[in-house]
């Protein structure tokens, strides 16, 4: 229990009024956001209080609970008949309340593909998590985690003040992420507005490093040779999200991802090569990015390069 104890924070959620599976109480769920970023999921057992936090989330004012409990797996707050629920002084409700905090659609690791590049919902676990680093002159704190779900796994940069609110082997519900490519490595990353629900869940708890599952199988070949280039291609990719451009139409160019309108001027440009090589007796049709590339042939100017090199030089390349 948390008799002695209360919170303060924002009222999320408020459920119409259920029955139980036993046919005995009514209650209502509802979410109380404690910080900025964090959440508890929360049970209602008394109509009088649900009312007031009907109200309190209609309003956006802050509310404060006294006297609460807490479900036996220590999951969901309990409010009933014996909490107190009181206005907070503005000394002890420091933050804001954020809206829409739960209301998007959790994307699995296996979609980002198809997914939007900002405000995703990601349910996983953290597998590791590394030391907190300082970067850059305004010497913001990062850490890198590993997080997984059912269909992959992916490393999620946590960013400052969200570093203390996860741990390693914990099942967490990430919302308003955002996808970013380094090195030519997607990764997920938090940006301000991103919030951290601690959800356990018994099946993503028992997953493993070795244990994630993904469509795509790593395997590394080595090749004497490419046997033919079937074609290279030169693209731009938006400078907002990441995506690659459809189509650019003069000085403009408009992203049909994210929507962004920029210049085709910041959007960079990236290459391609379509190409064929032989394992043992089997021809294997691959696909070769940009970075690849220019760990192949060398460092050159995507902008600048003609098409005509990258289709013949990787051709006298051997092994």
């Not at 404690?34 to 009907?54: F, G, P, Q, W």
């Not at 997984?148 to 099942?171: C, F, H, M, R, S």
């Not at 997920?188 to 469509?215: F, K, Q, Y």
């Not at 990441?242 to 960079?268: E, F, M, T, W």
Request: hydrophobic residues 35%; neutral net charge.
């Amino acid at each position: 229990t948390s008799l002695g104890t209360a919170l303060v924070g924002y009222v999320h959620n408020v459920s119409p009024v259920k029955r139980n599976k036993r046919n005995t109480l009514n209650y209502s769920t509802f979410t109380l956001q404690v910080r900025e970023n964090s959440m508890h999921d929360a049970l209602c057992y008394s109509t009088t209080k649900r009312a007031i936090l009907a109200e309190k989330e209609a309003s956006r004012t802050p509310i404060k609970i006294a006297r609460f409990t807490r479900t036996a797996d220590h999951t969901k707050l309990v409010v009933n008949d014996i909490t107190h629920v009181t206005a907070p002084n503005s000394l002890e409700c420091p933050f804001q309340f954020c809206q829409n905090l739960d209301n998007q659609t959790t994307t699995t690791l296996e979609k980002l593909d198809e997914a939007p590049e900002d405000k995703l919902t990601i349910f996983c676990k953290v597998l590791k998590l590394s030391e907190t680093k300082v970067v850059g002159r305004a010497k913001y704190n990062v850490a890198n985690a590993t997080i997984a779900d059912y269909t992959g796994q992916i490393t999620l940069d946590v960013w400052n003040n969200l570093i203390p609110q996860i741990q390693e082997n914990k099942v967490y519900k990430f919302t308003n992420l955002s996808v970013r490519f380094w090195n030519g490595v997607r990764k997920l990353t938090t940006p301000t507005n991103s919030v951290v629900l601690e959800t356990p869940n018994p099946l993503l708890e028992g997953l493993e490093v070795e244990d994630t599952s993904s469509p795509y199988q790593e395997t590394t070949l080595l090749l004497s040779r490419i046997e033919s280039i079937e074609s290279v291609e030169k693209y731009k990719i938006c400078g907002h999200c990441a995506k690659r451009i459809i189509q650019v139409q003069g000085l403009l160019v408009n992203c049909d991802h994210c929507y962004h309108k920029l210049r085709a001027s910041s959007c960079p440009t990236k290459l391609s090569a379509s190409i064929v090589v032989k394992n043992e007796s089997t021809k294997l049709y691959l696909s070769v990015r940009d970075h690849v590339l220019q760990q192949l042939l060398g460092l050159y100017d995507p902008d600048d390069i003609d098409t005509n090199h990258i289709e013949e030089k990787p051709l006298f390349l051997e092994n």
